[in-house]
């Protein structure tokens, strides 16, 4: 009996070992566990054998999945002693694909690849508006893109307290001489639109610094109506993307400020192209600051002032329409040849879908 409880023992010992080989991951219980092949994960291994699973177990472990590591002929999950969810039906999260617009509403098809100019503007960006101690509304550098009717995305550090009280987004704003028109702060102003914030959501696992789950969402106090002005961009999913290549060709946008205040800011295009991030790290320090969540990037070669661009989009043009691969997280400077670091939406896309609502 004490020979086997040591060999039990022994097998737990090298198990553990093995599982803190991995990185870190959440859980739809948000449990923190280690993302590994699926066979090592001894749990949920256990499930996946029974003759019959439930409803319950089967969304659990195609939740627990790992979005890094779909494109892998490994399945790896994220594995904790959990082996279904810990809360009745109605409280799990569904994935809604139903309320994001298909391509023939998102991704415009009006802009191309190719012109590196100043330029009137992706219609679904966004500049997010923060009350400051002193009442007035202030830009702050921060950028969003509209997904659909009632939804901005943004990177949760543009949501904290730190850079104000965001308290509206403008949409529809594509140069200075707009903004200047339409300062007496109507809510409607030469196609441009402001609506009021109802509501932010921040991913669980956020924390501040180089953190890998750098993404939230602003619910709009009203549904906005499309216009040339204002449309939404494609998701990855929405073309099937389900991975970008290593040199993929992208395409950027900032704010370029020449002056001072951030209110006189004007939208720059840039091309990019997509680097791995073997090479990211080695460009960027400390070098475990860099996750599977990370995409990176290579940005203009020459900038004539400063940009502006946390939450502001990375797009690639597939199949005629521009698709969000990036969200700006760790904002852009003009720094030559340094890579820029963009949250993967790839990886976050299925929070995106659980989160939003009608």
Not at 79 to 100: A, F, G, W
Not at 252 to 265: C, E, F, M, V
Request: overall charge negative; glycine content about 8%; proline content about 5%.
């Amino acid at each position: 009996m004490k020979v086997i409880a040591a060999v039990l023992l022994c097998i737990l010992i090298n198990y553990n070992q093995a599982i803190l080989r991995y990185k870190t991951c959440w859980n739809p219980n948000q449990t923190e566990g280690r993302c590994v092949p699926i066979k090592l994960c001894l749990p949920l291994h256990s499930v996946l054998v029974k003759s019959n699973l439930t409803q319950s177990e089967i969304e659990f472990i195609r939740n627990s999945r790992c979005e890094s590591d779909q494109s892998n002929e490994t399945i790896f999950a994220c594995c904790t002693t959990d082996k279904d969810y810990n809360r009745t039906p109605d409280q799990i999260p569904r994935e809604d694909s139903s309320l994001l617009p298909d391509r023939s509403i998102c991704g415009g098809d009006q802009l191309v690849p190719g012109n590196k100019t100043i330029f009137s503007g992706f219609p679904w960006l966004v500049v997010l508006q923060y009350r400051i101690s002193s009442g007035e509304i202030k830009k702050n550098g921060c950028m969003g893109s509209l997904i659909n009717h009632r939804y901005v995305l943004t990177v949760a550090r543009c949501l904290s307290k730190s850079f104000g009280n965001l308290v509206s987004v403008q949409l529809g704003e594509h140069g200075t001489s707009a903004a200047e028109d339409c300062r007496n702060g109507s809510l409607e102003c030469n196609g441009m639109l402001r609506v009021e914030v109802e509501d932010i959501h921040i991913h669980v696992n956020f924390t501040r610094g180089f953190s890998e789950y750098d993404i939230g969402l602003i619910r709009l106090e009203r549904e906005v109506a499309y216009t040339p002005n204002i449309r939404p961009v494609c998701l990855p999913s929405t073309v099937g993307v389900q991975h970008w290549e290593v040199h993929e060709e992208f395409t950027g946008a900032a704010w370029r400020a020449n002056q001072t205040p951030i209110d006189s800011l004007v939208q720059l295009k840039f091309e990019a192209t997509g680097v791995d991030l073997d090479s990211c790290r080695s460009e960027i320090l400390p070098l475990d600051t860099l996750h599977e969540s990370h995409l990176c990037a290579n940005g203009p070669k020459e900038v004539d002032g400063c940009l502006w661009s946390f939450g502001g989009p990375l797009m690639a043009f597939q199949e005629g329409v521009w698709v969000l691969g990036g969200i700006a997280t760790f904002g852009l400077a003009s720094i030559p040849k340094k890579p820029y670091i963009y949250t993967n939406v790839i990886y976050i896309e299925s929070w995106i879908k659980q989160t939003i609502r009608p």
